[in-house]
């Protein structure tokens, strides 16, 4: 394992200044020890720790790098904004540009409210929804994540249950439990979250059934609730629209964020007219969700994955990467389940309950320069390159050899062992 001193030093500091040392979705408490915390510059598809090390970086920042790091046209619209005016004491024209836009891109919507992440996206997705039904039950698919808010963070510190006492649960995909909880909800479901395809951590990516799709659907026409699409991780991943539409179903509401202004920060609430009137009457705003910078950068970054095969390219380097890797693996004498649309792959070993062997595989990838998850799924992005996937596939080859040899005195990773028994 590769030191870094500047890593190093970096946490020692944190640690006295920032609880935990670091927090969040993006802490490297749960991965292998060597995993740098701290970058010092990105660009294109790779990343740079801070002791200078470079990474093919398969997260893409958990998902806003899109259309590679640091894009120049991306970019060259933020600065030119930033010139005008950014946070001011209103909006800008680019907000109503933007809206346009986002209205025209995606089928169901007939309106957009910009905010800032994912969060605020979900969480005005389910208050618009009980504005405009008057009802108060959620119903949410067990294991999904949907921010960090207290009606839905999966880690329970600091929420008291009546936070939660209007949100039940039901399994993704699962027809049955789904009439399950709406029956049990009565008269009183507001709306059914549900995310796009079953991306949670730790677990196999499954694709919908269209059935259950359609049901969604059926059950929240039949009983005036709201489906919500939750394409804050897939938006504009899957399909230049919401990614529903790939099982024929639309929504009444969607929420967005990560990866539509090329990581600029802001996501976004769309909605069709059978909302509009509940989302008059919500409470929604902040000081930064109206900067200008964001929306300009959204603007351009829509316009290219409108103009530019962004899509069709981060798909075919995907199957590239699915069908060269599983040969390399059973090489070595592992079987991997490869999960997912291609372009946001979940990689998981067979026979590893306790992700020993994905922490060793993730391991020795970033040791030959290659950044890869062993619990989350991944994402690719469009500055990506064949050459990035054979090196990447190259690395698999020496990492695999590597962790052939040291699997029997492989250890599962402690912390991840006492999350996954809370889990
Ligand atoms: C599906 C989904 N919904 C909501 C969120 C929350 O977004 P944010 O972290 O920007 O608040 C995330 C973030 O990972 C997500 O993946």
């Known amino acids: 394992m590769s030191a870094k001193p500047n890593d190093l030093a970096l946490r020692e500091r944190a640690v006295k200044v920032i609880p935990n040392g670091m927090f969040g979705h993006e802490a490297t408490h749960l991965l292998p020890a060597s995993f740098p915390q701290f970058f010092s510059k990105a660009k294109g598809a790779y990343i740079w ?9 398969m997260m893409c920042a958990y998902g806003p790098n899109l259309l590679g790091y640091g894009d120049e046209r991306v970019d060259a619209a933020a600065t030119r904004q930033l010139a005008l005016g950014d946070t001011m004491t209103g909006p800008g024209a680019v907000l109503v540009e933007l809206s346009e836009t986002l209205v025209s891109m995606v089928s169901h919507a007939d309106w957009a409210m910009v905010c800032k992440n994912g969060t605020d996206a979900t969480t005005m997705a389910m208050t618009v929804a009980r504005a405009q039904t008057g009802k108060r039950r959620i119903l949410v698919a067990d294991g999904a994540y949907h921010g960090a808010a207290p009606w839905c963070t999966p880690m329970p510190g600091g929420i008291v249950p ?11 995909n699962d027809i049955s439990s ?6 049990e909800a009565g008269d009183d479901l507001a709306a059914i979250f549900a995310s796009p395809f079953k991306h949670d951590a730790f677990q196999d990516q499954t694709l919908p059934d269209p059935a ?4 969604a659907r059926e059950l929240c026409d039949a009983t005036g609730a709201k489906l919500i699409v939750d394409d804050v991780r897939a938006g504009f991943r899957l399909v230049r629209d919401c990614s529903w539409e790939l099982v024929g179903v639309r929504p009444d509401l969607s929420s967005w964020g990560k990866s539509f202004a090329n990581g600029h920060p802001i996501s976004a609430l769309l909605g069709s007219d059978s909302c509009r009137v509940g989302a008059e009457a919500i409470y929604a705003t902040g000081s930064f969700w109206f900067s200008a910078v964001p929306m300009a950068a959204a603007i351009e970054t829509l316009r290219i994955l409108r103009e530019s095969d962004y899509l069709e390219h981060m798909v075919a380097l995907g199957t590239k990467l699915r069908e060269g890797l599983e040969p390399v693996a059973a090489r070595h004498g592992f079987s991997l389940r490869q999960t997912g649309p291609v372009q946001m792959p979940q990689i998981l070993f067979d026979e590893d309950p306790d992700f020993r062997i994905g922490f060793a595989w993730a391991e020795a990838m970033l040791e030959r320069g290659v950044y890869v998850h062993p619990w989350h799924n991944m994402f690719l992005n469009a500055a990506m390159t064949e050459a990035d996937i054979d090196l990447l596939l190259e690395a698999a080859d020496g990492a695999l050899a590597h962790v052939r040899k040291s699997v029997a005195a492989l250890q ?3 912390l991840l062992m006492l999350m996954l028994g809370a889990h």
């Open 212 to 215: 259950y799709a359609r049901l």
């Open 178 to 183: 789904l009439e399950a909880a709406v029956a």
């Open 49 to 57: 720790d801070v002791d200078g090390n470079r990474y093919l970086d």
């Open 412 to 414: 599962p990773h402690p």
């Open 162 to 172: 009546e936070e939660r006492a209007f949100i039940s649960k039901y399994a993704w």
